[in-house]
């Protein structure tokens, strides 16, 4: 009996620990990247997959409130890879290795607010699917009417790896060299930043700008409008000779000429703005 006893006190610690274990990796955000990758089924399995790699960087790709992928460039991509004739798979990835999984073979391109501006030689480039514009806040009661009057008493907060970013720190924006660039790992922590205080200034997409002013309306200004053109592209390793980009360049190219590509922006910059309005209130 005290045989059987111990044997039965085994196996149900074994069942604990294997619930425990299914628990612990439903938690884990590789769960949840690869449930969100493919949550919405193929409609069209026959066709080539084009493995789509993406982070976190609202509005072009974020997860929505069904566990999927939503987004600026998340409804650009499906509508071209349809026009295209491929099978979007979208793979959350560290951002800092995209370029290794790129050599890989583990991601097919990068599909993520990404602007071929300043990196031209560094990937092959589908056309420009989308242009946009960086604006810069300041507080309301700051004297600074430009970027170049700022001085090292004041800081910029941006994200991590931005074109932002990477204007400040070269001075290409007539900033100081010695101007504090503090650079967050999001958009969010950026925002944040800025809002609280621990920064003077934000520089952003122009309608995450208007955004923030939305949400706190009094309390800053725009310091440049258009500070900067940036022009977003797919990116591919640059050893790539498939075929992918040319059927990818005509479908983008049919969405800016029929205005799909401006209606899907123009659809979720309303989305913000409303979220703004409702954060503001709430």
């Known amino acids: ?33 690869t449930s969100a990758a493919t949550k919405r089924p193929s409609q069209a399995s026959n066709l080539p997959t084009i493995k789509i790699g993406v982070d976190i960087k609202e509005p072009f790709v974020y997860i929505g409130s069904d566990g999927d992928y939503t987004g600026i460039d998340v409804d650009i991509a499906r509508e071209a890879c349809r026009r295209a004739g491929l099978d979007p798979q979208f793979v959350r990835i560290d951002w800092n290795e995209r370029d290794n999984l790129l050599a890989k073979g583990e991601i097919d391109c990068l599909w993520c607010g990404y ?10 480039w589908t056309h420009t699917y989308l ?38 720190l070269t001075g290409a ?27 003077s200034c934000w520089m952003g ?5 208007d955004r923030i002013m939305a949400q706190y309306p009094g309390m800053f200004r725009v310091l440049e409008a258009d500070v900067l053109t940036i022009d977003l592209g797919v990116a591919f390793d640059q050893s790539y000779n498939g075929p992918y980009i040319d059927k990818l360049d005509d479908a983008i190219d049919a969405m800016k000429e029929d205005g799909t590509s401006r209606k899907i922006e123009k659809r979720y910059i309303t989305s913000l703005m409303d979220k703004g309005k409702v954060d503001d209130g709430s």
Request: glycine share 4%; net charge positive; hydrophobic share 45%.
């Open 1 to 33: 009996m005290a045989k059987k006893k111990r044997i039965a006190i085994a196996l149900a610690c074994a069942v604990a620990l294997a619930a425990v274990a299914a628990l612990c990796y439903l938690c884990t955000p590789a769960f949840h990247a």
């Open 173 to 199: 924006l007539g900033t100081p060299e010695d101007i504090p660039v503090r650079a967050y790992g999001s958009v969010d922590l950026s925002i944040a930043a800025f809002v609280k205080g621990y920064t």
């Open 131 to 168: 242009t946009t514009t960086i604006s810069a806040l300041i507080k309301k009661g700051d004297p600074a009417q430009s970027l170049s009057e700022l001085d090292n008493t004041r800081s910029v907060s941006v994200r991590a790896g931005s074109v932002s970013e990477r204007k400040l």
């Open 205 to 209: 997409y122009t309608y995450l700008a």
């Open 115 to 124: 602007s071929w501006n300043s990196r031209a030689d560094r990937y092959r």
